[in-house]
């Protein structure tokens, strides 16, 4: 029984080492941009901080505003070491009665090994 346990345990902490090791090291900024009839849009930009190209397809990029994904990629290209991707989305939000605020979350999701990582979130006033 306690070989059991011993090889369960070196297994659970081998797959813990190397989802670790395989995580992207990508970082995300948002930004709110106000447009001349006062509405606000959004950009977002993604870097990828490590030392190793991150091959495209391997990772996918979300915006979500109020909870409903508003602007994503996931045809992803390679994002060599220090590069950045610039994304826009087109959707322009204005106050009304129901909505005078925004909450937004930049999310990446990862294949193997699957993972979902908020990169940014934030909440705005219309």
Known sequence: MKKISIITCL???TAGFASAQN???ITGK???HETDNDGKH???VIVNEGEET???GTYR???KVNKKYISFDRNTSDLEPGKAVR???NRVYH???KTDELKYTLELTQKKPKNRKKLEEGTISL
């Open 42 to 44: 959004f950009s977002y």
């Open 54 to 56: 991150i091959e495209g």
């Open 87 to 89: 994304y826009e989305s």
């Open 30 to 32: 948002v930004t709110v």
């Open 11 to 13: 297994l659970l902490f």
């Open 95 to 97: 106050k009304d009665p």
């Open 23 to 25: 995580e992207l090291n």
């Open 61 to 63: 990029v979300y915006l």
